[in-house]
T-cell receptor
Framework: GEDVEQSLFLSVREGDSSVINCTYTDSSSTYLYWYKQEPGAGLQLLTYIFSNMDMKQDQRLTVLLNKKDKHLSLRIADTQTGDSAIYFCAESRRGGGNKLTFGTGTQLKVEL | EPEVTQTPSHQVTQMGQEVILRCVPISNHLYFYWYRQILGQKVEFLVSFYNNEISEKSEIFDDQFSVERPDGSNFTLKIRSTKLEDSAMYFC????????????FGPGTRLLVL
């Protein structure tokens, strides 16, 4: 079945870049997503990438996809204290109910 | 900007009681979903719903669970007889099934079963 894994914690200093990594097992994944969850809040869609792309940039966010290695990363440039949150990688396949399979989440802590 | 809303934000219930969690998806969306997140664990898919029927459901979504779209705006999740292990945050999501299938999530309902 599908499985998505992430490292649990990442700590960076304000102003540095953060890189959050994710690996997935389902080779038929069509879409890959990054969601952000702030304490006590819901899931906010940050960005997504189609499986036929290898990079997508959106302001401070850069998503890199290595389909051969089934590896996805999210780079946040100039990380701010407001970026402190849990970041979830998720994947889905076209067809059926389009369910999302989420990773374990990476807790990003931004220190001054 | 349109958003998915959920009520209530918190619900406390006794084991064995029925609960109904409510969601109002984004108005032009056609697919609806429920997920849950037990404290400290992954967000898990429960069920997807399209054209007034279930498209896909997970093993978690057993006979105690049901979903309904009672009118043109609400989407509900009913748990018939709650168990302690149903305590979780329940998220509703919706998407437009045209091309990009990104799902937009509501803020969640925190359910506590005592």
């Amino acid at each position: 079945g599908e499985d998505v894994e992430q490292s649990l914690f990442l700590s960076v200093r304000e102003g540095d870049s953060s890189v959050i990594n994710c690996t997935y097992t389902d080779s038929s994944s069509t879409y890959l997503y990054w969601y952000k969850q702030e304490p006590g809040a819901g899931l906010q869609l940050l960005t997504y990438i189609f499986s036929n792309m290898d990079m997508k940039q959106d302001q401070r966010l850069t998503v890199l996809l290595n389909k051969k290695d089934k590896h996805l990363s999210l780079r946040i440039a100039d990380t701010q204290t407001g970026d402190s949150a849990i970041y979830f990688c998720a994947e889905s396949r076209r067809g059926g109910g389009n369910k999302l399979t989420f990773g374990t989440g990476t807790q990003l802590k931004v220190e001054l | 900007e349109p958003e998915v809303t959920q009520t209530p934000s918190h619900q406390v219930t006794q084991m064995g009681q029925e609960v109904i969690l409510r969601c109002v998806p984004i108005s032009n969306h056609l697919y609806f979903y429920w997920y849950r997140q037990i404290l400290g664990q992954k967000v898990e898919f429960l069920v997807s719903f399209y054209n007034n029927e279930i498209s896909e459901k997970s093993e978690i979504f057993d006979d105690q669970f049901s979903v309904e779209r009672p009118d043109g705006s609400n989407f509900t999740l009913k748990i018939r007889s709650t168990k302690l292990e149903d305590s979780a945050m329940y998220f509703c999501a919706s998407s437009v099934r045209v091309g990009v299938e990104t799902q937009y999530f509501g803020p969640g309902t925190r359910l506590l079963v005592l």
